[in-house]
């Protein structure tokens, strides 16, 4: 049996095939389990944060997070991916994190996330730098 995670993304990959896109709008989604499913990946540009996608990876945690938190396999996962972006070099060591409502008018990537991730490293509230990260939900 696969997990609801895998489901999800199953889905997802459904609506946006169905809308006549190639791919899910994000780079990366990762799931409460700690597994990572690769949408776009590194060298596909996305279509998550208008004006940004050129410039920008997006890892969206699957879920809810407006009173949560994701689970810590997941937040785990987040971290190495974003390590191993930056040892692939597809990363800059100075990148910059954002929370999709720095630059949408959303709840994304949720309200108690959110005020997470900015205690992170490299949560910048400036969108002045050149290579940026969105979590997005």
């Known amino acids: 049996i696969e997990s609801k995670n895998y489901l999800y993304v199953l889905l997802l990959c459904g609506f946006y095939f169905m809308a006549g896109w190639f791919d899910i709008a994000y780079s990366f989604l990762v799931g409460d389990d700690g597994r990572v499913y690769e949408g776009r990946g590194w060298d596909r540009e996305g279509a998550h944060t208008y004006h940004y996608d050129k410039v ?34 597809v990363i800059t060591q100075s990148y910059s994190l954002y929370g999709h409502r720095d630059v949408r008018d959303t709840e994304c990537p949720g309200y108690t996330l959110y005020n997470a991730i900015r205690k992170w490293d490299h949560y910048n509230i400036t969108t002045g730098k050149s ?4 979590l997005l939900f």
């Open 131 to 134: 290579f940026l990260i969105f």
């Open 56 to 89: 920008s990876l997006a890892l969206s945690f699957m879920g809810n997070f407006n009173s949560t938190m994701p689970t810590p396999e997941a937040i785990i996962a987040a971290h190495k991916l974003m390590q191993c972006g930056q040892q692939k070099k």
